[in-house]
């Protein structure tokens, strides 16, 4: 589906549709015309580069057709326009996964161009925000069939990743993956929506059944470790708290590659919660049966996250027993990157890859124009007594076997 100008616009002038349909289909077989064209911010500066691309290999497109289909939504509806179904896409570098959805028919993988703009922000979904506004992408965005997922890592230079970043929620691994982020030669991603969907297909339409969900989450995680920089030689994924309970999906996925569970003092990731709940903890987003509780008479709301957090750390101390685990107290952060996160991830870092990463610890993980500032007591203080109940009950005894255990008691 090619832009929408927006209802009140006028839009493009006859054929102008149809030559931009050339011009898409021959710049997805361009990749040095994808670099050309992807690279320009500037709007008047992209249209003059794609019109000038257009009309050398006679396609008939002038600016002002540009300026119409380039023109924001003022109601913001653009951005829900699904992009253009292509089959048998010869991939190249540059091209990143973005979104799986259900068409109707099949599941489809949304794909956006992000050239070698590297993943710096604390989330994904930051970075896919931030190239999406580019006019590249809102013009020659397009899907194809999950299907094909494999034939990507398979055409590109990919990376097998060094290590996965499981956490309880709300305990510094967001930290990790920002320093991780701060050196060029690491491509770091953290919580992508199409990995969770991934993860989740056992539980929507299509139940892919053991060897082929692991042949997809090997397939997407390949296909977002792209080497777009000849620079970059490490990959790091942090995954959403409740991926947690998919470790034995991973660990049949990525054979021997290590993995980390980032933890932290309930009470704190309670008062947090309570704060701004995740929607892990929103049952209409991730119902009780999805981490298998069974509450048909509800539950206080404080009692509903620890039971939740309770079933995240289970899976921690199920998967830590198979082996391949670090467990890391919040507490130890942000020195035990150093000290223990990345020696078991096999890697030995530099003094001015030390002190480059060190530099995001001064920051707000979540806020990086912010500086950090501790919040552990300030937590504590504000827990109230439903919350420390509810911590007592479901959380106590669980991260007293996480610590006996990071200890080695």
Known sequence: MLP???????????????????????VLQDAILQERLGAVEDV????????????????GLDADDLNVLLRRDPLGLDRLARPALIDDFT???????????????????????????????????????????QPFNRLFRFRTPLAQLDAWPASLPTLRPDGFIFHMSRCGSTLVAQMLARLEAHVVVSEAPPIDTVVQLDRL????????????????????????????????????????????????????VPWVFLYRDPVEVLVSQARQRGIQMVPDYA???????????????D???????????????????EGGGLLVNYAQLPDAL???????????????ERQA???????DAKLPQVAFAPDSGRKRQAATAAIAAASDRHLAEIYHRLEALRLGD
């Open 357 to 363: 990463m060190d530099l995001a610890a001064l920051r």
């Open 205 to 256: 339409a299509s139940q892919p059944g053991d060897e082929a969900h692991a042949a997809l989450l090997r397939a997407m995680i390949g296909a977002l470790g792209q080497v777009r920089d000849p620079g970059q030689s490490r990959y790091f994924v942090k995954l959403d708290s409740w991926h947690t309970l998919a470790l034995p999906l991973f660990r049949k996925t990525f054979p021997g």
């Open 338 to 352: 150093h000290t223990q996160i990345l020696p078991h991830f096999g890697i030995t870092g530099t003094t001015a």
């Open 44 to 59: 008047p500066a992209f249209i003059d580069r794609a019109v000038e691309a257009a009309r050398s290999r006679d396609i």
């Open 287 to 301: 119902p009780p049966g999805f981490y298998g509780l069974d509450l048909p008479d509800g539950v206080p709301d």
């Open 4 to 26: 929408n100008p927006g209802p009140g616009n006028p839009g493009p002038r006859p054929g102008a549709r149809d030559a931009l349909a050339r011009l898409h289909t021959l």
């Open 91 to 133: 991939p190249m570098p540059g091209w990143l996964p973005t979104e799986l959805s259900w068409d109707g028919v099949q599941h489809t993988v949304a794909w956006a161009w992000f050239g070698r703009r590297r993943l710096v922000e604390p989330f994904f979904e930051g970075s896919l925000r931030s190239v999406l506004q």
């Open 303 to 321: 009692d509903y996250c620890a039971r939740v957090l309770a079933v995240v750390c289970e899976a921690a101390l199920r998967g830590h027993a």
